[in-house]
């Protein structure tokens, strides 16, 4: 019994700790949303100057996996950047933020 308890105790922490890194994910991201030199662009422009509260990314372009193509297209188009690597801490901050924010 004493065992059980350790592991749904364990599991709690567990739970609770990758909630905290979620939402610092969903921080970030929503930082770099807003941020005008995103991709080392000189645009004056952030994501949210086009998408304000990511206006015009529908539900199904959030869950696929085109979402990173579609964030460096915008970063290396309109705001004249520099993609981000698809697998960096970047672009996965930036992904939380717009999947938390567009909904189903």
């Known amino acids: 019994m004493k065992r059980?308890?350790?592991?749904?105790?364990?599991?709690?922490v567990v739970l609770m700790f990758s909630t905290l890194l979620y939402a610092q994910?969903?921080?970030?991201?929503?930082?770099l949303y807003n941020d005008?030199?995103?991709?080392?662009?000189?645009?004056?422009?952030?994501?949210?100057s086009c998408h304000p509260a990511c206006k015009g990314i529908k539900p199904e372009t959030a869950n696929s996996t085109r979402l990173e193509d579609i964030v460096n297209g915008c970063?290396?188009?309109?705001?004249?950047?520099?993609?981000l690597q698809k697998d960096s801490q970047q672009m996965k901050d930036i992904?939380?933020?717009?999947?938390?924010?567009?909904?189903k």
Do not use: R, W
């Open 95 to 103: 992904v939380a933020y717009i999947k938390s924010v567009v909904k």
């Open 75 to 83: 970063i290396t188009g309109p705001l004249a950047g520099t993609a």
């Open 4 to 12: 059980f308890g350790v592991v749904v105790l364990l599991s709690f």
């Open 36 to 48: 005008t030199k995103l991709g080392g662009g000189n645009t004056g422009k952030s994501c949210n």
């Open 25 to 31: 994910n969903i921080e970030n991201g929503k930082a």
